[in-house]
């Protein structure tokens, strides 16, 4: 058995009809499949709270990324640019099981759009369009850029809080030099960073990377650039994978009563 491992999914039209579906990249459950030893299972965009039913089945969590934006109303923000994509279906069902997932100690992966969510949902603000804001770098790549490697590619490095909890979960060199190349594809960033957060990497804008939940029972990191684009090549982004992968196997362990038969037989 593997721990399973619920994926966050967006509501997204399909077909002429744009009839509602749910849907996550398939980056995701490769990843889950892969560095993570997980089971991958899709968690719809219910347009509720729908946590009480899928956390006492879950042994992590992982936050996807994701073209839509939180709907600002989430933290009294001003209403999006006309044509801003929004998922108000997968607000409802992210947010709640944010919190719950940190309060039942289910480990918790948040990546771009997750990490705006979990902000958001510990009580933080975002801005909407960091671009425009005075010396702040443009974090974005249009989505139609055809070059895998302009796309997903390395933009810029982070400086990393060196005894802070990602540093612990990246290589030596990365921890020791205090530094990482990331990939970024994103308009909004943290405004006001939530109560129970700590702020752990920065792009040389100052804008937040990655952040910790202070006081977390369990493996609960967001990052602000994807590791599920490159962590076949790359070592930081794989260790992450795999660390949140060991904290799941534990919950799985811990969840199903086997924690004991584990000991015995080390
Ligand atoms: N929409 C938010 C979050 C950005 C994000 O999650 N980007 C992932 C894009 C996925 C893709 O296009 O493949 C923002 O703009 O900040």
């Known amino acids: 058995m593997k721990p399973l491992v619920g994926i966050s999914c967006c509501q997204k039209p399909f077909g002429i009809f744009a009839t509602p579906n749910h849907a996550a990249s398939d980056s995701y459950v490769r990843v889950v499949r892969g560095p993570v ?9 219910a347009g509720e709270d729908i946590s009480g039913e899928l956390l006492p089945h879950l042994d992590g969590l992982i936050l996807t990324g994701s073209r839509s934006n939180v709907w600002p109303g989430h933290y009294d923000g001003p209403a999006h640019a006309e044509g801003t994509p929004e998922d108000l279906q997968r607000d409802a069902t992210t947010l709640p099981l944010i919190r719950a997932a940190i309060a039942e100690g289910v480990p918790l992966l948040a990546i771009c ?4 969510e979990l902000n958001v949902a510990l009580g933080g603000s ?5 671009q425009d804001l005075p010396g702040r770098m443009d974090h974005s790549t249009p989505s139609d850029q055809p070059i895998p490697r302009v796309r997903t ?9 060196k005894d802070g909890a ?9 921890r020791l030099a205090g530094r990482l190349a990331v990939n970024s594809l994103h308009n909004q960033g943290v ?10 990497a920065w792009a040389p804008d100052g804008t937040v ?3 910790r939940v202070e006081g977390a029972a369990a493996f609960a990191l967001g990052v602000q650039w994807h590791p599920e684009y490159d962590w076949e090549q790359d070592a930081d982004s794989r260790s992450i994978f795999e660390v949140f992968g060991r904290a799941c196997e534990a919950r799985r362990l811990a969840r199903t009563g086997l924690v004991g038969l584990a000991q015995a037989a080390e």
Request: no cysteine; hydrophobic share 50%.
């Open 166 to 174: 990602l540093a612990r979960v990246l290589t030596p060199s990365a």
């Open 191 to 200: 405004q006001s960073l939530a109560p129970r957060l700590v702020a752990e």
């Open 126 to 130: 975002l801005d909407q369009r960091i």
């Open 113 to 116: 759009r997750g990490m705006q």
């Open 37 to 45: 030893v997980g089971t991958p299972v899709l968690l719809p965009a």
């Open 209 to 211: 990377e990655a952040v």
């Open 153 to 161: 590619g390395k933009a810029h490095a982070v400086r990393i809080d």
